[in-house]
C-alpha cells in the first residue's frame, strides 16, 4: 500500500499533522507513506521513524504554476492508495484531482470545494486540540480498517547531529554543566510577541534567581532584533547568547535538543520543543486558544494565555490582553517547570 499525506503550511502546523503519519505507519505497518511538505520545514521529518519519504515543494514550484503542476504530477504517478489533503486549498486538490484512481482521497468539506474528494470531513465541533483535529480526517479508513491512532508527534535528531550543535554551541561559550534554556524572544508573527520590555523584565528576573544560560535563537532576519535585546539586558548580560546561528529549521532542533527548557512566545519552535521533549512554556497572544495549540498539555509543556488571568476582555486593546499576563506571573510559572525537571 501507498499512502501521501499533504500538508502545506508552517512549522508548527507540519510537526501537530504528523501524528496521522504516525498512525497510518502503524495502522498499515508495511505500507510507504510519503509527506509533501514546503522545502523550509520538510528536513525536520528526515529519519522520522513512521515516514518513509520527505517530498519537498521548492519556492519555484510554489510561485510558478505550471512548476507546481508539473511535480504534483510527477508526485502522483506513484498511484497512491490513499490521498490525504489535510489543508484542503485549491492548489492542495490537485493532489486528489490527478489520483482520481485512489481508493481513498479525504480532504475537507468545504463549500463549492471538494469534488475531487471521495471523502470529505466536517470540521469538528469537540475536537480537543488540533492534533485531535487532524486525526479526525482517518474517520473514513474506520469503515474498512482497524485505525491504530497514535496522537504523539516526536522528532529525531541523531547522535551526530547533536553533538555537532553541541560543539558549537561550546565554541560560543555555553558551559554545559549549567542548566541551557532557549528563548523565544520574537515571532515570524508580529501579533504573537509579547512586549518586549516584559520580556526583558522576565529574562533579568530569571538571570538573577536562577543560575541558567539563556539563548536567543533566531532567523537570519530576526538577528539584529536578538542583538538589540541582548544589548538592553543589564550589564548586556555574559550568561545570555545570541552568537549561535542555525543555518536551516533542523539545526534549530539540533540546537533546542541540547536544551535543558522552552520558553518564550508561542509558534513552531516551541512545538518543536515539544516533540523533542524539552519542558517547554509558551506566552500565547490573545486571540490564541491553549488548550487547541498544546496538544497533549502537561505539567512538562504548559502555556499562559489571556483567559488564564481574566474571562472577559472584549472591550481591552492587545497589549492591555498581553500586559495581563505578568512578568511576575510568567517568571512563577517558568521556575516551576525549571525546578520540577531542569534544575541540575
Known amino acids: ?7 502545506f503550511k508552517q512549522i508548527g502546523d507540519a510537526i501537530l499533522s504528523s501524528p496521522i503519519c504516525n498512525t497510518l505507519k502503524k495502522t498499515f505497518p ?6 509533501v511538505l514546503y522545502e523550509h520545514v520538510a528536513p525536520l521529518f528526515e529519519n522520522h521513524k513512521y515516514i518513509d519519504n520527505v517530498i519537498r515543494i521548492t519556492k519555484g514550484e510554489q510561485k510558478n504554476p505550471f512548476k507546481y503542476f508539473f511535480k504534483v504530477w510527477k508526485i502522483t504517478r506513484k498511484k497512491y492508495d ?15 484531482l490527478l489520483s482520481l484512481s ?25 475536537a480537543k486540540d488540533k492534533v485531535d483535529k487532524f486525526l479526525r480526517m482517518l474517520k473514513p479508513l474506520e469503515e474498512k480498517y482497524k485505525v491504530v491512532y497514535d496522537n504523539n508527534y516526536t522528532l529525531t535528531i541523531s547522535d551526530e547531529e ?14 554545559f554543566l549549567k542548566p541551557v ?19 526583558v523584565e522576565i529574562i533579568n528576573t530569571l538571570l538573577k ?8 535563537y533566531y532567523s537570519p532576519n530576526e538577528k539584529e532584533f536578538a542583538h538589540n535585546v541582548h544589548k538592553n539586558l543589564l550589564n548586556n548580560n555574559k550568561k545570555i547568547f545570541s552568537n549561535i546561528e542555525t543555518s536551516s529549521i533542523r539545526e534549530l532542533a ?88 531542569v534544575r541540575k
Open 181 to 199: 534554556v532557549a528563548c523565544a524572544i520574537n515571532s515570524r508573527v508580529p501579533s504573537k510577541v509579547y512586549p518586549i520590555e516584559c520580556m
Open 82 to 96: 490513499i490521498v490525504i489533503d489535510i489543508m484542503s486549498t485549491p492548489k492542495s486538490e490537485f493532489f486528489t
Open 162 to 175: 547533536k553533538k555537532y550543535m553541541k560543539d558549537k554551541m561550546k565554541k560560543a561559550g555555553i558551559d
Open 102 to 126: 485512489s481508493s481513498y482521497r479525504i480532504g475537507r468539506k468545504k463549500k463549492y470545494r471538494g469534488y475531487t474528494y471521495t471523502h470529505k470531513i466536517e470540521e469538528p465541533r469537540d
Open 1 to 7: 500500500m501507498k499512502i501521501l499525506v499533504v500538508r
Open 254 to 341: 539540533m540546537l533546542l535538543s541540547n536544551c535543558d527548557m522552552f520558553f518564550g512566545n508561542e509558534g513552531g519552535p516551541r512545538h518543536l520543543a515539544q516533540s523533542l521533549d524539552v519542558p517547554s512554556f509558551a506566552i500565547f497572544n490573545p486571540d490564541s486558544d491553549k488548550k487547541e495549540w498544546i496538544p497533549n498539555a502537561n505539567d512538562r509543556h504548559q502555556g499562559v494565555e489571556v483567559r488564564d488571568i481574566m474571562e472577559n476582555t472584549e472591550n481591552m486593546t492587545r497589549d492591555e490582553k498581553y500586559r495581563l499576563m505578568t512578568p511576575e506571573y510568567i517568571v512563577s510559572k517558568v521556575k516551576e517547570i525549571y525546578f520540577k525537571y
Open 30 to 35: 508495511d505500507a510507504e507513506i510519503d509527506y
Open 209 to 216: 534567581d536562577l543560575d541558567i544560560q539563556i539563548i536567543f
